[in-house]
């Protein structure tokens, strides 16, 4: 019997895995899809998952970026981060860098699916393996938190569709256009590409969305779409808990809010190196708690967020109250980062 069932190889699933094998666990990953995984994401990594990713041994190439600037129509404000920059990154390089040191680890995958999970007091048991544990990062609209009916969306949750360009990024910083519609991204994730992604409850194409945002538009004209359009959602996902017998959830399986700060991955290590430590010490039951603390200051600044969002006096002012306070602005993007 190996020590751990590894659920999903996406960024939660295969960051739980290297530090599992880290600390000594026997690691099973199953993972039906063949790497590297593309997803529709903003594709910022920010300065303290990048550095925690090092510390596993995980080999980042990307463009760094320096800052996140929120533009609207008439406001431009910038943020600089303190500690250092953060990385923009292809979702499929960061996939295939996670892979290859899974691969250095001699961490199996197993591509094949979950299919029913049993469980008893002493193991769990899913695709053909038996384990102490099994973590499931297996991604937003997770199977198997269905089958534990552990949580699923809630409310008119937003959805995002992502598309890069050949164009060479013409500021070292994550923008963030702000309208009616909602939010676009801009990340530079090589010297010649672009990664836009958007934000939205709206329905509609990429490019009909693309036209809520003017200055945007006018910066990528003539550029020519280097991926098709993904598109991913809903977002919000409301989870109950997060363990289940010897069933944890991590990374977005665990729950999401939205994506308005851009900290789904650094979340997702800080709660799978919980996750782990909880394990290598036979507490399972600690890792609600300990999922909860690393996660609450991201959660409320989140869900506070995205409550002025969606009030309709409130939204219009967002942008002009960080121009208005820059350091408060600041201060807020140096914490998460």
């Known amino acids: 019997m190996i020590d751990l069932l590894v659920a999903g190889c996406g960024p939660a699933g295969a960051a739980t895995a290297i530090r599992a094998a880290l600390a000594g666990l026997s690691v099973v990953v199953i993972e039906p ?13 920010a300065h303290s998952a990048v550095d925690y990713l090092e510390r596993l041994g995980v080999t980042l190439h990307g463009r760094p970026f320096h800052g996140i600037r929120y533009l609207d129509a008439d406001h431009c404000v910038d943020a600089r981060f303190t500690a250092g920059p953060g990385l923009g990154v292809r979702r499929t390089t960061l996939h295939q860098a996670l892979l290859d040191r899974l691969a250095d680890l001699n961490v199996p995958i197993d591509h094949t699916r979950v299919g029913p999970i049993t469980q008893n007091d002493t193991s769990v048991s899913a695709a053909g393996h038996t384990a102490r544990y099994l973590a499931a990062a297996d991604g937003l609209h997770s199977p198997i938190r269905r089958q534990l009916d552990l949580g699923g969306t809630t409310g008119a949750a937003r ?9 060479s990024p013409w500021t070292e910083l994550v923008e963030v256009y702000w309208s009616e519609l909602g939010e676009a991204y801009v990340t530079p994730v090589a010297e010649d590409l672009v990664g836009v992604a958007i934000l939205t409850t709206a329905r509609g194409t990429f490019d009909s969305h693309l036209d809520a945002f003017p200055a945007l538009k006018r910066r990528l004209s003539g550029a020519t779409p280097a ?29 999401y809010i939205d994506a308005l700060t851009g900290e789904g991955i650094a979340v997702a290590l800080r709660t799978s190196a919980e996750l782990v430590d909880c394990l290598s010490d036979d507490r399972p039951a600690d890792y609600e708690v300990a999922w909860r603390r690393v996660s609450r200051e991201c959660r409320l600044l989140t869900a506070s967020l995205l409550w002025a969002r969606n009030r309709r006096l409130l939204a219009p002012r967002i942008v002009p109250a960080a121009a208005r306070l820059p350091g408060v602005y600041a201060q807020i993007v140096n914490r998460l980062a």
Request: hydrophobic share 35%; charged share 20%; proline share 4%.
């Open 227 to 255: 991926s098709a359009v993904m598109g991913a959602g809903p977002l919000r996902q409301h989870v109950h808990r997060r363990v289940s017998g010897r069933v944890l959830l991590v990374g977005d399986a665990a729950g």
């Open 159 to 167: 959805r995002g569709l992502r598309q890069h360009f050949h164009v």
């Open 33 to 45: 899809r063949q790497g590297p995984i593309d997803k529709a994401c903003g594709e910022g990594i």
